[in-house]
């Protein structure tokens, strides 16, 4: 199925991408595409493939090795999503798990990180969420209506949340509320106030497992807190950049996936005596979006690079996001040409990528920061 991709040269990153693939490849062929097709029919939680990577230790991809984590960092992460994605799976909540947990690595307490991040790393404890988003704030984190107040040692918390991943399948969960001096995180172990929590699932295009959250003057002690009062938008920022390179690389394994098989299917199907693929009508558009996925791809090991370098990878970090899902798009939307009708079947998993593809194409804000930081363009 990936024999076309032996013709694209070798870049320096496909040793260490070659190794996770090795890793990776026996569990990747148990849970294949009619795996995904099933969940995604089912609206369920992927548990057995999840617990399947955590087992491999993945989920400690982010977390030091004093806390039971690999540290490997965010090129094994962004091969590791990649791959789940080219493979016709949704890394969504692989990516959750070892990304999340980040925060907490950052701008945890030591009592915190004890207590939590080696269940992080084996799996046995689910850090799934952030929740952030409001009902009537939106995109802008930084006008929040939940809130955050002091009483005596205790915080006593009023939120409402919506569009929320996983809520329901997560132990821990960071929220965004206001106190009086500013944004400020609090960490949740859903086990102990899970209770005070309440739940109701949105139903989406695509199976996210999204949530709206309500919670009613929920009493937590300050030990929960991550990070200072009044920086908890600056701390979670500070994951935005890796989080953006892992749904760039989510995207270009979504992209990759159907390449795969549209270049199958055009190399295969026949119609009017001759194999569709000598088509230019099928030719132009794979050739289009193959190229902006390489394109995607080398800049991705660029946004990686700078931040080894240590140096900022805030507008690279955008700009890949933006290309890889809107190459990922363009994919799609080729691959509908290829399949034609047959592409909406979910037995050729082209619909149910095209579905996964819509939750990356909200970018607006993103150029609205590569405005700012690369082009120095005003803003408001
Ligand atoms: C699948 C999925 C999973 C999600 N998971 C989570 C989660 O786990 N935790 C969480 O906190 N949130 C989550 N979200 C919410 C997501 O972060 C929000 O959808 C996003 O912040 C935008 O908020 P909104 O949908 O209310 O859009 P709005 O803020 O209402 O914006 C509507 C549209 O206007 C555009 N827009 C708004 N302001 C501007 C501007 N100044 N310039 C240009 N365009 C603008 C937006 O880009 C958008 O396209 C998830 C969303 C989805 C779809």
Redesign the pocket.
Same mark, same amino acid.
Not at 137 to 141: K, L, Q
Not at 162 to 167: D, E, K, T
Not at 362 to 365: E, I, K, M, P, R
């Given at each position: 199925m990936q024999s076309w991709g032996s013709m694209v040269p070798k870049r320096p990153l496909d040793s260490a991408a070659d190794e996770v693939r090795a890793a990776l490849g026996p569990a990747l062929q148990r849970f294949g595409p009619d795996y995904w097709r099933e969940q995604d029919a089912a609206k369920t939680f992927p548990t057995e493939f999840f617990d399947t990577i955590g087992q491999a230790g993945y989920f400690g991809t982010f977390i030091p090795e004093a806390y039971g984590g690999l540290d490997a960092g965010a090129r094994v992460a962004a091969v590791l999503v990649e791959e789940i994605n080219r493979a016709g799976g949704d890394a969504a909540s692989v990516n959750?798990q070892m990304a999340i947990c980040r925060t907490l690595v950052l701008h945890g307490t030591e009592e915190q990180k004890k207590q939590y991040l080696p269940g992080v790393a084996s799996g046995d404890i689910r850090f799934l969420?952030?929740? @952030?988003?409001e009902?009537d704030?939106?995109?802008?984190?930084a006008e929040l209506a939940s809130t955050a107040r002091r009483d005596g040692d205790d915080w006593v918390i009023n939120a409402s949340?919506?569009?929320?991943?996983?809520?329901e399948h997560t132990r821990l969960m960071i929220l965004?509320a206001r106190a009086d001096e500013g944004t400020t995180l609090f960490l949740l172990d859903l086990d102990q106030v899970g209770g005070q929590v309440e739940m109701h699932p949105i139903d989406?295009v @695509?199976h996210?497992m999204?949530s709206s959250l309500f919670i009613d003057d929920l009493r937590v002690p300050d030990s929960t807190r991550i990070g200072p009062v009044g920086e908890g938008l600056a701390c979670l920022m500070k994951g935005f950049v890796i989080r953006r390179v892992l749904a760039a690389s989510e995207a270009i394994g979504n992209a990759r996936f159907l390449l795969d098989r549209s270049i199958e299917y055009a190399k295969t199907r026949k119609t009017f005596d001759q194999l569709i693929g000598v088509n230019q009508g099928i030719q132009y558009p794979l050739v289009q979006a193959y190229s902006k996925v390489e394109a995607a791809d080398l800049m991705r090991w660029d946004v990686l690079d700078i931040v080894d370098r240590g140096e900022d990878g805030v507008p690279r970090s955008a700009m890949v996001k933006v290309l890889a899902s809107e190459a990922a798009w363009e994919t799609s939307r080729a691959a509908l040409t290829t399949f034609g009708g047959w592409g909406l079947a979910s037995e050729y998993h082209v619909e149910r990528k095209l579905r996964e593809g819509?939750?990356y194409v909200?970018?607006?804000?993103l150029?609205?920061l590569i405005a700012d930081r690369a082009l120095g363009l005003p803003k408001?």
């Open positions: 959750a969420t952030v929740a @952030a988003t009902p704030s939106g995109a802008n984190m949340k919506v569009l929320i991943s996983f809520a965004l989406l @695509a996210r999204t819509t939750v909200f970018n607006n804000l150029m609205n408001k």
